[in-house]
């Protein structure tokens, strides 16, 4: 996995506590099992562009701000 890769994940779980959202509630608006939101942001899995586009929106982020 790539460092930019590992870097847009790990911003996935800095941007989710920084709003005191849980792992369950940004899965279930995600519509993905918490277990693979946990293994996205532990870096375990690579999502599609969908779901990161997902995640993003759930989050009140662009993705804009995941890549930067």
């Given at each position: 996995?790539?460092?930019?890769?590992?870097?847009?994940?790990?911003?996935?779980?800095?941007?989710?506590?920084?709003?005191?959202?849980?792992?369950?509630?940004?899965?279930?608006?995600?519509?993905?099992?918490?277990?693979?939101?946990?293994?996205i942001?532990t870096?375990?899995?690579?999502?599609?562009i969908?779901?990161?586009?997902?995640?993003?929106?759930?989050?009140?982020?662009?993705?804009?701000?995941?890549?930067?």
């Amino acid at each position: 996995m790539e460092q930019e890769t590992r870097e847009i994940l790990g911003k996935i779980r800095l941007k989710r506590q920084a709003q005191k959202i849980s792992l369950l509630k940004l899965a279930t608006e995600v519509g993905i099992s918490h277990s693979h939101l946990y293994y996205i942001e532990t870096k375990k899995v690579i999502p599609s562009i969908d779901v990161i586009v997902k995640i993003s929106k759930a989050l009140g982020i662009t993705i804009l701000e995941l890549l930067t």
